[in-house]
Structures are given as structure tokens and as C-alpha cells.
Antibody
Framework: EVQLVESGGGLVQPGGSLRLSCAAS????????MTWVRQAPGKGLEWVAN????????YYLASVNGRVTISRDNAKNSVYLQINSLRPEDTAVYYC????????????????WGQGTLVTVSS | DILISQSPSSLSASVGDTVTITCRAS??????LAWYQQRPGKVPKLLIY???TLQSGVPPRFSGSGSGGVFTLTISSLQPEDVATYYC?????????FGQGTKLEIK
């Protein structure tokens, strides 16, 4: 059974940093692109970043580029999202999601999602 | 960047009705479009990809159509469990943006 479990969220002051983690199981993690999607309270889904199988390709939402770094550790079956210089508008549930297919190129859409981890940025 | 917009933002319909949600992308994205359902308090669920291919396990009363710049999600014979917010997503290349969502309620 495919499982994605996020952790690392919490209450952070503006300007602070967080590292979110997503632990994967039930599939060959090193064969799949992985993605982070966020959802502000009561708002829609927002694609944040994705990373290819070996970490050599990474793409970011323009509005977070420079503050956010996606990474992965295939030995630990985990993907990470480092967010720096946190702003109140970063407050959201952050989901990790797995590409549908284990191809070289990202399929770009997602069958499996974690339950999310809540990040709250407030003083 | 590709602009993606969804309409309506909300709609209300009766059990048994057919409803249609529209997603527009500019410039064209070929058929690189997916639809998701997010029930209240739940994670998104993939319904359709490739604009019209039904994900395994999704009831056939859900259907998708369109190509290029205009796409539709149609839900036939609306059921109470279809109460949810529906999102389109383009995925031709990153960033794989989502539409703003359409909240569907039952009258």
C-alpha cells in the first residue's frame, strides 16, 4: 500500500524557517517524481515544487523561488521542502504527492497524496 | 506562464442533475489536463487525466472533454457524495498549476 506521511509543520514566526518531510512507503521511491502542493485555509490548491528521481531536476512556483528548496534522500525514501523567510501568506497545509507513473519525464498529475502538515506563520 | 481559469466558482444542483465545470488554459496545453475532487476535510482525489481518461475506480458518470484551451468536467446523475470542490490542473510543464476550484453543493 502506497503511503505518504508528512511531518515538520507547526507555528513559526515571520522570517523563520521550516523543513518539511514526507516519508514514503509501499512503492519504489527512487523511480518517481515527487511534488509538494499547498492549500491555504479555506483556499484552493497551489502547486509549489517538484523533483525528479535522482534530484537533478527541480522546478518551483515562481512566487516561492529563492525561498524554497525541494530535495530528496532515496536511501531514506523521503522528500523534503525547506522554506526560508516564512511569510504569513505561506500559512497552509502542505501535501506531498507522487507522480502517477515511474517514467523519466514527470507525468505531472497525482494519484497518491499524503494527509498534509499544517504550517502556520504568525507572530 | 500559462494562465488557467475555472468556472463557475460555485454551483448548486439537485440529485440526478447533470453539471458541467469549465477550465480554460492560455496558451494551449494540448490535452495535458487533469481533474480532481476534494471532499470536505479530505485530500484531493484524481478523477481524470489526459483531459478525458477516467482514473481507475472513478464512476463513469464523471467525464472529461476538450483539448487545447477549453476543457469541461461533466458529472451526470449527481449524487449526494459528489458534494466537493473540483479542481483542474495543467501539467504540460512545471509549474503544474491548479485552477481556482469549483465548489459543488446539493440543493
Amino acid at each position: 500500500e502506497v503511503q505518504l506521511v508528512e511531518s515538520g509543520g507547526g507555528l513559526v514566526q515571520p522570517g523563520g524557517s521550516l523543513r518539511l518531510s514526507c516519508a514514503a512507503s509501499g512503492f519504489s521511491f527512487n523511480n518517481y517524481w515527487m511534488t509538494w502542493v499547498r492549500q491555504a485555509p479555506g483556499k484552493g490548491l497551489e502547486w509549489v515544487a517538484n523533483i525528479n528521481q535522482d534530484g537533478s531536476e527541480r522546478y518551483y512556483l515562481a512566487s516561492v523561488n529563492g525561498r524554497v528548496t525541494i530535495s530528496r534522500d532515496n536511501a531514506k525514501n523521503s522528500v523534503y521542502l525547506q522554506i526560508n523567510s516564512l511569510r504569513p501568506e505561506d500559512t497552509a497545509v502542505y501535501y506531498c504527492a507522487r507522480d502517477v507513473s515511474p517514467f523519466h519525464d514527470s507525468s505531472g498529475f497525482y494519484e497518491y497524496w499524503g494527509q498534509g502538515t499544517l504550517v502556520t506563520v504568525s507572530s | 506562464d500559462i494562465l488557467i481559469s475555472q468556472s463557475p466558482s460555485s454551483l448548486s444542483a439537485s440529485v440526478g442533475d447533470t453539471v458541467t465545470i469549465t477550465c480554460r488554459a492560455s496558451p494551449d496545453i494540448n490535452n495535458y489536463l487533469a481533474w480532481y475532487q476534494q471532499r470536505p476535510g479530505k485530500v484531493p482525489k484524481l478523477l481524470i487525466y489526459g483531459a478525458s481518461t477516467l482514473q481507475s475506480g472513478v464512476p463513469p458518470r464523471f467525464s472529461g472533454s476538450g483539448s487545447g484551451g477549453v476543457f469541461t468536467l461533466t458529472i451526470s446523475s449527481l449524487q449526494p457524495e459528489d458534494v466537493a470542490t473540483y479542481y483542474c490542473q495543467k501539467y504540460n510543464f512545471a509549474p503544474n498549476a491548479f485552477g481556482q476550484g469549483t465548489k459543488l453543493e446539493i440543493k
